[in-house]
């Protein structure tokens, strides 16, 4: 057991991330801080969450209008935004250069260059998965780009964008695993997801007779499945090619058993930043291979996550 853990761990270092520290609470990445929350202007009283909810995925229609939050972010001078910085590929601290990257931090600073003229212009926070939705209640951040799943629980909390991704839930095991799927292979055995993610839910309805762990982050079960400490983890199965591609001793296994999208994530009371953001993506979005979103996906994604040829379609509601 011990040589096993000391080869995945070297595996991982070898792939050009940590993942030995298990991330806990929000960090403040290297950036200027503002002082003082940010703070919501009072919502109009038409500004609700849907009341109903057949279609999350559908946003509202984009505007380049500057509201109260636009008008609060340029007065500021920075956008605030909420990443992770442990998800290889998608927003992780790079060994090499000390520097966050990774596709959402790439849309992060499209969102920033669009407001602000600068795509230097932003503050990121390392937010834990199950502080998102809370981050954006309390004003610490003004946006969450950070593999956050649009669903009718959280379209009642939070705002989000048009999608800018399509993933799904997966199951990632060691190689040499019996666990084959989301099914009754993980009776009996630890599973590991993070605390508030979608995984969380899933296995709260069907856990096919195992026992769960909830941590901070997603990172942190890939760390406990290196430590021997689990058997599987359920995550999204873009995070989860991620972490493959970190540590070749592990693989996903099965298919994806939900589908679904990604969003950027903003106050329920910010509607004219949801709007430009909106924009934002459609300009990401156009251009066919050449576009912006083309660019990062095969920056980041192609690799471990092949054959998508676009971005998803955008949906609105209004």
């Known amino acids: 057991m011990g040589g096993r853990r000391g080869t995945r761990t070297r595996a991982a270092v070898t792939a050009g991330v940590w993942t030995l520290a298990v991330t806990v609470g929000a960090a403040v990445l290297p950036a200027a801080r503002p002082t003082g929350p940010v703070a919501h202007a009072t919502a109009p009283a038409a500004v609700r969450a849907p009341a109903t909810c057949v279609a999350p995925e559908a946003s509202l229609r984009p505007s380049t209008a500057d509201g109260p939050a636009v008008r609060r972010v340029k007065e500021r001078g920075r956008l605030i935004v909420g990443v992770d910085q442990n998800s290889y590929r998608w927003g992780y601290r790079d060994p090499a250069t000390g520097e966050l990257s990774g596709f959402d931090i790439d849309l992060a600073r499209a969102i920033a260059k669009a407001i602000l003229g600068d795509p230097g212009k932003v503050v990121f926070l390392a937010i834990p998965t199950n502080q998102r939705i809370p981050a954006l209640e309390k004003g610490k951040v003004d946006i969450i780009a950070r593999t956050m799943t649009i669903n009718c629980e959280r379209v009642r909390q939070v705002s989000f964008s048009t999608a800018y991704f399509e993933a799904g839930q997966q199951v990632l095991a060691p190689k040499a695993s019996p666990v084959t799927a989301f099914d009754d292979s993980l009776r009996g055995k630890k599973v590991c997801t993070a605390k508030g ?122």
């Open 197 to 318: 993610s979608t995984g969380e839910t899933e296995l709260k309805n069907e856990s096919h007779g195992a026992s769960v762990l909830t941590v901070p982050n997603q990172l942190d079960c890939l760390v406990r499945l290196q430590l021997g400490q689990v058997d599987a983890v359920i995550t999204d199965s873009a995070l989860a090619a991620g972490q493959a591609a970190q540590d070749p001793s592990v693989r996903l296994v099965g298919k994806p058993f939900t589908t679904e999208s990604y969003g950027v994530a903003m106050n329920l009371k910010d509607e004219d930043l949801v709007r430009r953001v909106n924009a934002v993506l459609e300009d990401y979005r156009r251009g066919g291979e050449a576009s912006p979103w083309m660019l990062a996906y095969r920056k980041w994604l192609a690799a471990d996550l092949q054959g998508i040829t676009a971005p998803p379609e955008p949906r609105y509601r209004d």
